[in-house]
């Protein structure tokens, strides 16, 4: 169902890294979300007050506030589709990721009224009547919550997206409970025990742990986390595959948003080329990435000596030194200042987050390997992070 309603109301839908086709997709996924959650509701609502069970009634509301979730998600889609304006000039991608964190905290929500309702029903138990129209709507609502766990993770993993991928694991856990609830359907006919108020806590510990794997998801971009490798990998590749390019090195990516990502990145020329042709080169890779990946790249030019002998041997030497402290360090931007009374060794040394020894003793050990050179060489070194 969704393949056809895909093709009928999303224009271009195979274009999916455009920032208007997943717009599409992600107000699709959550219109058809309010109307099945809706359905959903009715029909649980209907089959709890038929048994009397508390769990059944509070899995249907927990469908009610799926329905407002999908709604959010909506909002959430058409306002990250604005333009960017003068208050907002790198557009408003995140507001996708605020409103998959507001859907985490709806199931927050529900998750701590559920337990609640489900304690005071084990503290004061009643009995659950069992009614077949009841057990039969809780078997298609495990079915239906099945399909949108299926939809909801395809179209998160075709759009990317933090928000659909949480609506998802909220499908999936919705599944769990409402399989739970009705197990306790059945234990209430078949035997003596009660435990509708123990699987009532059951289901509120799935959407505990469902809201709390969207949380993560739609806090973790929130808060800068590193970009993916595989955009990354698509990064390089492009900017390598000009012949003017050696290599590249401190690229960060901002990211704004799906479809709202700015990226810099340092890029190394032969330090003899003609500036007006390595500029227009520079150019060209900055429209290259704009058009096949959406992103705004700022590309700085690092001239590299290609031809001086001296600073090819001592890159060589310096490069061996650094392998030897960790083979998980790496050195850039190398270049040589000579002096009437010595030559200064200028480079960039990148040292990953979780090193073990301090930036301060990496530093020192690799000063002393250089000044120990035949010559009088001074190391002047910046650390470097890596941002990807």
């Given at each position: 169902m969704i393949r056809l309603f895909m093709k009928l109301f999303v224009p271009d839908y195979k274009n999916t890294s455009s920032p208007k086709v997943r717009q599409s997709y992600g107000m699709l996924s959550g219109a058809v979300g309010i109307a099945l959650n809706i359905l959903l509701f009715a029909g649980k609502f209907l089959a709890g007050i038929l048994s009397g069970s508390i769990a059944i009634t509070a899995d249907a509301f927990n469908n009610l506030s799926d329905a407002g979730s999908s709604l959010i998600t909506v909002?959430?889609?058409?306002?990250?589709?604005?333009?960017?304006?003068?208050?907002?000039?790198?557009?408003?991608?995140?507001?996708?990721y605020l409103s998959g964190f507001i859907v985490a905290m709806v199931?927050?929500?529900?998750?701590?009224?559920?337990?609640?309702?489900?304690?005071?029903?084990?503290?004061?138990?009643?009995?659950?009547?069992?009614?077949?129209?009841?057990?039969?709507?809780?078997?298609?609502?495990?079915?239906?919550?099945?399909?949108?766990?299926?939809?909801?993770?395809?179209?998160?993993?075709?759009?990317?997206?933090?928000?659909?991928?949480?609506?998802?694991?909220?499908?999936?856990?919705?599944?769990?409970?409402?399989?739970?609830?009705?197990?306790?359907?059945?234990?209430?006919?078949f035997s003596t025990l009660q435990i509708d108020g123990w699987c009532g806590v059951a289901v509120a510990l799935f959407i505990l742990y469902s809201g709390y794997k969207a949380a993560k998801d739609t806090i973790n971009p929130l808060l800068g986390q590193a970009p993916e490798a595989d955009f990354v990998n698509q990064i390089e590749h492009i900017i390598l595959s000009h012949p003017d390019i050696i290599g590249i090195h401190d690229l960060i990516v901002h990211n704004y948003g799906p479809g709202r990502i700015m990226i810099s990145v340092h890029a190394e020329v032969p330090a003899d080329g003609d500036i007006l042709a390595l500029h227009d080169s520079i150019d060209n890779i900055e429209h290259e990435l704009k058009n096949s990946l959406f992103c705004e790249a700022v590309i700085h030019m690092d001239p590299v000596c290609t031809q001086d002998e001296e600073t090819i041997h001592l890159k060589q030497m310096v490069s061996e030194f650094v392998r030897e402290i960790s083979p998980a360090l790496s050195l850039h931007d190398f270049r040589l200042v000579k002096g009437q009374t010595h030559t200064n060794i200028i480079f960039d040394l990148l040292?990953?987050?979780?090193?073990?020894?301090?930036?301060?003793?990496?530093?020192?050990?690799?000063?002393?390997?250089?000044?120990?050179?035949?010559?009088?060489?001074?190391?002047?070194?910046?650390?470097?992070?890596?941002?990807v």
């Open positions: 909002f959430g889609f058409k306002m990250a589709g604005q333009k960017p304006d003068r208050s907002h000039p790198f557009g408003h991608g995140r507001m996708e199931i927050f929500f529900m998750a701590f009224e559920l337990l609640k309702a489900s304690v005071s029903k084990i503290i004061t138990p009643s009995p659950t009547v069992f009614d077949p129209l009841a057990a039969g709507i809780l078997v298609i609502s495990i079915g239906v919550k099945l399909y949108m766990f299926f939809y909801n993770r395809w179209i998160s993993r075709l759009i990317d997206s933090a928000a659909t991928m949480a609506t998802a694991r909220d499908s999936l856990s919705d599944a769990l409970s409402t399989t739970v609830v009705l197990f306790a359907v059945f234990m209430g006919q040292i990953p987050y979780d090193f073990p020894s301090s930036d301060k003793t990496v530093c020192e050990q690799l000063t002393r390997k250089i000044e120990g050179l035949e010559g009088r060489y001074y190391a002047v070194i910046e650390i470097d992070k890596n941002y």
